[in-house]
């Protein structure tokens, strides 16, 4: 499929699949964990960039950057392509586009992965905090009755 985003003004086209095969999601996924998890650190404050990065990376493997994306040293320039991302609808034109259930399986998958090897699960959070209120909730009407 084609695809158009404006940056600085001007007006760029692009192709891109809207499907990706299980391998191909599968190696997503991993590029973002090894951006993530390194050296024993979880680099959660780069999460939304290097999804977005890589994503359109597997849907969009001729994209071409209108922007440097990289260092000096030939490395990533995460906050480059923060400002990228800020600026353009780009990753929003490929998950509006892609298969749906395929799209969404591979984030829930990254989020299942980054959960199993962090040990931070949200699901599991949110659940820890819902049993708390209720169990205060339960406490406070005894009290009261």
């Known amino acids: ?30 590029n973002i964990e090894q951006i993530l998890l390194q050296d024993g650190h979880y680099y959660s404050l780069l999460k ?9 990376k597997a849907y969009a493997p001729d994209f071409e950057y209108p922007t440097a994306i ?23 034109i490929i998950a509006g586009n892609v ?12 989020d299942n992965d980054l959960a199993y090897q962090t040990g931070i699960d949200k699901a599991s959070l949110a659940n820890e905090i819902i049993q708390l209120i209720h169990s205060y909730k339960e406490n406070l009407i005894k009290m009261l009755a």
């Open 1 to 30: 499929m084609k695809g158009f985003y404006t940056y600085n003004g001007i007006e760029y086209e692009f192709e891109y699949k809207t499907v990706l095969t299980a391998m191909q999601r599968l190696m997503t996924i991993m």
């Open 99 to 110: 298969d749906a259930a395929q799209f969404r399986e591979m984030l829930e998958n990254l």
């Open 70 to 92: 990289t260092d000096t040293h030939g490395d990533l320039d995460w906050d480059e392509l923060e400002i990228f991302f800020a600026n353009t609808d780009v990753y929003a």
């Open 48 to 56: 939304d960039v290097a999804a977005k990065y890589y994503i359109l």
